[in-house]
DNA sequence: CTGTTAGCGCTTTCAC
DNA sequence: GTGAAAGCGCTAACAG
């Protein structure tokens, strides 16, 4: 059985107080330091967090739930978040939602009882409803990427509908009149991305027949699935705008099998500049997203609030929240064509 | 503040051990069940497993420790083992390493600060002096993927070498008498597969000259740096073996900006079935590694463990150690091409 | 089936 | 600077 702070009083006959304070860098008499020291090392001591959070009510950890802890998206801003944390010394526990609303509900509640000090969210589509334990307990939290239609919170993300439509605009500018979209509308980022491509498409005055509107979800299955079907198309659009990664793999798959080559017969163009791009022998034009900027901000805003809390002595303020609205940027690959009329 | 059993005590008149009882799925009066029941309904009481993993000193939480979470064979273990987890309902606390030996040497004496009930370790190279905190708390660890040089424990792999070995006999049976070998020794599989690929030369005597040997690690950097070489030989293998995905990403990207095509003019084999390979114009051969069954196995024989140290009251038995050897098998895809001499 | 009591390992007043 | 004692929220005997 591990040692605790008894043998160490054992082994040194300095009081619990005293090792306390010692453990928690206070001042001690260099020669008790020494002893301690002595003691530590000999017992091979290690502070028993799940005490010390019980008394403290600070566990020193964060809880960061994503929605696909397969998604590299995902594991890139886990990444970061480690990394930021560490450096503060804060540990993080990690729930994976598996895309699945109940789990994450589920996933939630597990990190209240564990009584975590914040919460980091990806959170997959739905209601809000998911955090109210979250906020029963007073636990501050922070969203990454996607928000919430129905409440405002705290929140790292990027004008999913601006960035979208300027992807849009320069297909349009590139002589593209013919731009189909495989999308999914159910989808926070979807919904927005499917509106900025609308309001481009709009203010262009071009006309989006319904077979180049793909409705389904972010996955590499629909934008294969989809894909194919506008390859079939009589009128066959001259570009493809997909609304994330998962799908623009997908019409990738789909091409590759296909006699239509890209960018002679179609363009194309998505989002995140992941492995994908890099990869292929014609890089991808897409929407670059800030990834490592998400965790920074994220756990920037959740410390804060951590903090906010222990000054309050306890309770969260409530003046509103805070959103930051990170710039995205065109990476300019080979996979839009040129048309001139 | 959140409420405590003392307030269901004060809503409910009924005494702590009876809560407890109540809590812990045992047997309660109906009539008081319903009390129960509205009490924590009314006062959204929510167990505080801290105070619950003191005194039980079991936290029903499994440490994972990756050595880099943005990869994605480690994504699609860590959502296996989740599941897995799930089920039992244990929890997972994640520590990420970026292939950072101190810094998984920090991770897990974090775990094991945390009081986690076993650990399940996807370790970055190197010794296994890391787990010493983990066998000094008596916490039982399995290893995924990857084993230590210098100890033998609980792990659940696959045949590194017969894999590689098998992989290159194909290449072999293909015709390729000229096979360039792209890896990282100092990695634990890397080895492993080398030694599998240097074996299956030797077997069918075939000669290796230095300059088809890239010893580097395991990145897609590495791998297109080292392909680039091999592509300006003079005398340029027919065949190239990358000793994992990451290097075979490099392989392709190098490959993609060349006017080398393959695989008529070069062959390509290597290690997982993942995104690559099926995005692709030509799929890639490789060797496809049981990916879930590595989450699976892994948390069976934590678990196993865990009840084992329970019956025998604290401390971990000494019966030497169990090895899940898992089969993997080859995806015939086209980048291999068959050559006539 | 229910209540009383002790105590998990630590921090934190408050005297000294 | 150090020590004694109380208590964080819960479970686990043991009696009743």
Same mark, same amino acid.
């Given at each position: 059985?591990?040692?605790?702070?008894?043998?160490?009083?054992?082994?040194?006959?300095?009081?619990?107080?005293?090792?306390?304070?010692?453990?928690?860098?206070?001042?001690?008499?260099?020669?008790?330091?020494?002893?301690?020291?002595?003691?530590?090392?000999?017992?091979? *001591?290690?502070?028993?967090?799940?005490?010390?959070?019980?008394?403290?009510?600070?566990?020193?950890?964060?809880?960061?739930?994503?929605?696909?802890?397969?998604?590299?998206?995902? %594991?890139?801003?886990?990444?970061?978040?480690?990394?930021?944390?560490?450096?503060?010394?804060?540990?993080?526990?990690?729930?994976?939602?598996?895309?699945?609303?109940?789990?994450?509900?589920?996933?939630?509640?597990?990190?209240?009882?564990?009584?975590?000090?914040?919460?980091?969210?990806?959170?997959?589509?739905?209601?809000?409803?998911?955090?109210?334990?979250?906020?029963?307990?007073?636990?501050?939290?922070?969203?990454?990427?996607?928000?919430?239609?129905?409440?405002?919170?705290?929140?790292?993300?990027?004008?999913?509908?601006?960035?979208?439509?300027?992807?849009?605009?320069?297909?349009?500018?590139?002589?593209?009149?013919?731009?189909?979209?495989?999308?999914?509308?159910?989808?926070?980022?979807?919904?927005?991305?499917?509106? %900025?491509?609308?309001?481009?498409?709009?203010?262009?005055?071009?006309?989006?027949?319904?077979?180049?509107?793909?409705?389904?979800?972010?996955?590499?299955?629909?934008?294969?699935?989809?894909?194919?079907?506008?390859?079939?198309?009589?009128?066959?659009?001259?570009?493809?705008?997909?609304?994330? *990664?998962?799908?623009?793999?997908?019409?990738?798959?789909?091409?590759?099998?296909?006699?239509?080559?890209?960018?002679?017969?179609?363009?194309?163009?998505?989002?995140?500049?992941?492995?994908?791009?890099?990869?292929?022998?014609?890089?991808?034009?897409?929407?670059?997203?800030?990834?490592?900027?998400?965790?920074?901000?994220?756990?920037?805003?959740?410390?804060?609030?951590?903090?906010?809390?222990?000054?309050?002595?306890?309770?969260?303020?409530?003046?509103?929240?805070?959103?930051?609205?990170?710039?995205?940027?065109?990476?300019?690959?080979?996979?839009?064509?040129?048309?001139?009329?």
């Amino acid at each position: 059985m591990p040692a605790t702070i008894k043998d160490i009083k054992e082994e040194t006959g300095l009081s619990l107080a005293t090792i306390s304070k010692y453990l928690n860098g206070g001042n001690v008499l260099p020669k008790n330091r020494e002893k301690l020291d002595a003691a530590v090392n000999k017992l091979h *001591y290690q502070v028993n967090e799940i005490a010390r959070g019980l008394v403290t009510n600070s566990t020193r950890t964060v809880g960061v739930s994503v929605f696909d802890i397969t998604d590299v998206f995902n %594991g890139v801003i886990l990444h970061e978040i480690g990394v930021q944390l560490s450096k503060l010394g804060y540990g993080m526990l990690i729930v994976d939602s598996a895309n699945d609303h109940e789990r994450e509900a589920k996933n939630i509640r597990f990190l209240v009882n564990k009584k975590v000090d914040g919460i980091i969210s990806l959170p997959v589509a739905g209601s809000s409803e998911v955090l109210n334990p979250a906020f029963g307990a007073d636990i501050p939290v922070v969203l990454l990427d996607r928000q919430y239609w129905d409440r405002s919170l705290d929140s790292v993300t990027i004008n999913n509908r601006e960035a979208a439509a300027g992807a849009v605009k320069y297909l349009i500018d590139n002589g593209h009149r013919k731009i189909a979209v495989i999308c999914a509308k159910k989808e926070f980022t979807g919904r927005e991305r499917y509106d %900025g491509f609308m309001k481009a498409m709009d203010e262009a005055g071009l006309p989006v027949p319904v077979e180049y509107i793909e409705d389904g979800d972010h996955s590499m299955e629909h934008g294969y699935a989809a894909m194919n079907r506008l390859l079939k198309l009589e009128d066959r659009p001259t570009a493809v705008f997909s609304s994330n *990664y998962g799908i623009n793999m997908g019409v990738i798959m789909a091409l590759n099998e296909s006699q239509i080559n890209c960018p002679e017969d179609i363009s194309v163009m998505g989002f995140d500049k992941l492995m994908l791009s890099n990869v292929l022998k014609t890089q991808l034009t897409v929407i670059e997203q800030p990834m490592e900027r998400f965790g920074q901000k994220g756990v920037e805003i959740l410390m804060q609030r951590i903090n906010e809390k222990k000054e309050n002595k306890g309770s969260l303020g409530d003046e509103g929240h805070i959103n930051i609205v990170l710039r995205t940027r065109m990476h300019i690959g080979g996979s839009v064509n040129k048309i001139s009329h």
